[in-house]
Nanobody
Framework: QVQLVESGGGVVQAGGSLRLSCAAS????????MGWFRQAPGKEREFVSA???????????WYTDSVQGRFTMSGDNPKNTVYLQMNSLKPEDTAIYYC?????????????????WGQGTQVTVSS
């Protein structure tokens, strides 16, 4: 089992920056990927970013098109602590952001295939 705890959410003005953190504990040695998803009011939870956490692929990242070039995912150790640096924030980035973990060796952005989830942290971008 893996436990995930997010932090760093808040309210920022459009164009500003925010850094989210996710601390993982438990059997983190099983994790192959860590990721971030977000859910805006009335919308489905969607993929934002992912980072490889296996020995061979640690540090490799993926981003959804809408955040490419603005968001950067990183980790002190991708199996234990990951970050999402969000720059040039837009009002449409407003959502609850969830940290997620995946123990399958193959990568997928389909949230139904991710096994572990944090409680979420609210990000609000004002215009």
């Amino acid at each position: 089992q893996v436990q995930l705890v997010e932090s760093g959410g808040g309210v920022v003005q459009a164009g500003g920056s925010l850094r989210l953190s996710c601390a993982a504990s438990g059997r983190t040695d099983s994790l192959q990927f860590m990721g971030w998803f977000r859910q805006a009011p009335g919308k489905e939870r969607e993929f934002v970013s992912a980072i490889g956490s296996s020995a061979g692929g640690a540090g490799a990242t993926w981003y959804t098109d809408s955040v490419q070039g603005r968001f950067t995912m990183s980790g002190d150790n991708p199996k234990n602590t990951v970050y999402l640096q969000m720059n040039s924030l837009k009002p449409e980035d407003t959502a609850i952001y969830y940290c997620a973990g995946r123990d399958q060796w193959w990568y997928s952005a389909n949230l139904g295939t991710w096994s572990y989830w944090g409680q979420g942290t609210q990000v609000t971008v004002s215009s």
